[in-house]
């Protein structure tokens, strides 16, 4: 058994804060607003955008016992920002890198400080910002472990990454292509094509990739000994079916998406400023 399916976090066997939301209402609620992803995105990244901030929150809370209040948030693969007013709420300063231009301006969104740059060459210093993440976006580069390195790279000693991705064989892997990925990222993507008429937005093999719950998993049992692991568990259900990643196999159909949180452990931590992340 790898070392991150033993438990859904390393600190002294503690249930991870986060836990008391993974509730069956809000696993129902997420899973339905997914039908809105490519019919309505405000929709549908509304809810996520409400998670994720209340996930980040949490963990931060965690791992430092404070707030995201004054910390910058670097989103990788963030898109137009339609995480930035949830993490304004939460008194984050919130920096999107995205390396698609149209995707930057997709919503009519501008978020100050918004950065052009691909998520496996990050435009940004070691050590830069207090908190990085990336939500559903792994699936979406050829080297989703370049960049899993890349978001570590930029995390200051004793800040928080929080890594989502879609597990390939899950009942979303395909996006818009779906069921029919089962069945091959290919023909997946023909049958799409011969019935709208038009490539499906995330075409395989060019902006979908096929990357397995055991991929994370072992990204998280091979990093380096100054990362630390503090949860690994299936975003989407309930607390009560966190077990199903430590079963191979089964975690690739029922995982759905998969989230690791990590940390660089802390040396010496000096005061977080907004220059930093420059």
């Not at 919503?107 to 830069?128: I, K, N, Q, T, Y």
Request: hydrophobic share 40%; net charge positive; charged share 25%.
């Amino acid at each position: 058994m790898l070392r991150a399916e033993r438990s859904t976090t390393r600190r002294a066997g503690q249930r991870p804060r986060f836990a008391r939301r993974a509730t069956l209402c809000r696993s129902l609620r997420l899973l339905g607003s997914f039908r809105f992803e490519q019919t309505d995105p405000a929709v549908f990244y509304g809810g996520v955008a409400t998670d994720t901030a209340d996930l980040v929150g949490d963990f931060y809370r965690d791992l430092t016992g404070e707030s995201l209040r004054g910390t910058i948030v670097l989103d990788v693969g963030g898109g137009p920002g339609y995480f930035a007013d949830e993490f304004g709420r939460a008194g984050a300063r919130y920096l999107p890198v995205e390396p698609d231009p149209s995707e930057m301006h997709a919503a009519g969104l501008r978020v100050a400080g918004s950065v052009r740059g691909s998520g496996m060459a990050l435009p940004f210093r070691d050590d830069a910002v207090q908190i990085c993440i990336s939500s559903n976006v792994a699936e979406h580069v050829p080297q989703p472990w370049l960049m899993a390195a890349e978001m570590l790279r930029v995390t200051k000693p004793g800040g928080l990454m929080v890594f989502s991705y879609t597990v390939w064989l899950g009942p979303f892997g395909g996006h818009e292509t779906g069921p029919w990925h089962y069945l091959g990222g290919e023909y997946a993507a023909r049958r799409y094509r011969r019935k709208h008429g038009r490539e499906p937005k995330n075409r395989f093999g060019r902006s979908l990739f096929a990357v397995r719950a055991a991929d994370g998993l072992r990204w998280a049992r091979d990093t380096p000994d100054d990362i630390e692991i503090l949860a690994v568990f299936p975003r989407y259900h309930p607390r009560w079916a966190w077990w199903v990643v430590r079963v191979p196999g089964l975690r690739e159909l029922l995982v759905s998406n998969l989230v690791v949180v990590a940390t660089k452990r802390a040396s010496a931590l000096g005061e977080p400023t907004a220059e930093d992340a420059a």
